[in-house]
């Protein structure tokens, strides 16, 4: 009678992290989703906000304001992963979604620079402004929630939902995309088509909103709820007793993020700016690697529960730096949608060896009292510097005639990391989520 008992018990424990996951996995992608909008239309909305000039500089600028958001993202760090640490990570995560409906709405209102003047791109700026402060807080705090509710032997596969969903909301921006591709002319997508999809984002972000709010508080939290110190609970002073992980997360994540925005969000603009390849084929090819990279994520998550995160981390070292020059320049002289399929989706399946384990693996070097913060703010500064000026290096370096040099300047980054995966602990085998 215990024994079955107990396995009820069990089941429904298992259950309830399911649905956790799922709840937090789905304002995942809506915030992704919010956020991708952005590249997957910048080809057709950057005349709207900016003043006429050849196609480069315009999206030059939708590239600026891009790598203005991923400055915000720090500061979203700190600011939700404070809150995260002192008032829940459920919490958190619902303020999150709350600031990135409200950016989509504003970029879907926003009337153009015809209309307006320069108020056009400022108001494009701000609410670039507020995502950015949303997703630095949002992946931090859903990397620390995925990891405390997952089970223990399990975290590298629950865990890498977070990417699962991450890409799954580039999949649907890109898949609003292409079906209003189909419905629409060109003329009315530059017009007003795109707007579509930032409502969409909105009206998404609203629902998950609701659903965040009847998600299940991770137990860890709850359990240092009762910690005496509740003071130092989510504080820059109690994360600088921490100088090692700190400096560990930024050092991991400037190859993984620089290489992972390289081949995603910069890589479309990349095949119909540089390759030559049309709007749609391009949508097209990114929308079937991106199924590809989804796919591999819960594959490399429960592979890294079996043989550790560090193989997996010190693979995609040396692959990343291996591939990039070769396959970047390949693409750059070919039309044939097939060959840059895969010159897309090799580097991708590499990428994964990284996104897969990201979250979990940086969520194991903290305690509990500063694990949102620890996540959020080291992680949050190295995507601003690295991942979100990837689009404007590039395309500044192709305006001043020297696009190559952006290959080896990826390469470079992702060597550095390297040797940072080379040395550091496995976390899967030492983790604070273990100890705290």
Known sequence: MTTGID?????RAGRRVVSNILRG??????EWYDWYAYTAFSVYFAATFFPKGDSTAQLLNTAGVFAVGFLMRPLGGWLLGRYA??????AAL???VSLMAAGSLLIALTPGYSSIGIAAPLLLVLARLLQGISVGGEYSTSATYMSEVATRGKRGYYSSYQYVTLIAGQLVALAVQILLQQVLTTEQLDSWGWRIAFGIGAVGALIVFWLRRGMDESADFEAAKADRDRAAHGTLKALAKHPKEVALVVGLTMGGTLFFYTYTTYLQKFMVNTSGISKPNAAWINFLALVVFVLL????????????????LIGFGVLGALVTVPSLTLLSHTKNPVFAFVLMVVPLAISALYTSISAV?????????IRALGVGLPYSVAVAVFGGTAEYIALWFKQAGHESLFFWYVTAVVFVSLVIYVRMRDTSKDSAMDRS
Request: charged content about 25%; proline content about 7%; glycine content about 12%.
């Open 7 to 11: 396995a009820g018990a069990d089941r």
């Open 25 to 30: 996995s789905v304002g995942n992608l809506i």
């Open 85 to 90: 640490d002192r008032f829940g990570r459920r």
């Open 94 to 96: 619902t303020l999150s």
């Open 297 to 312: 994520q819960p594959l490399y998550g429960a592979l890294s529960d079996r043989v550790g995160r560090r193989p997996l």
């Open 361 to 369: 693996v940086k969520a194991e070097l903290f305690p509990t009292n």
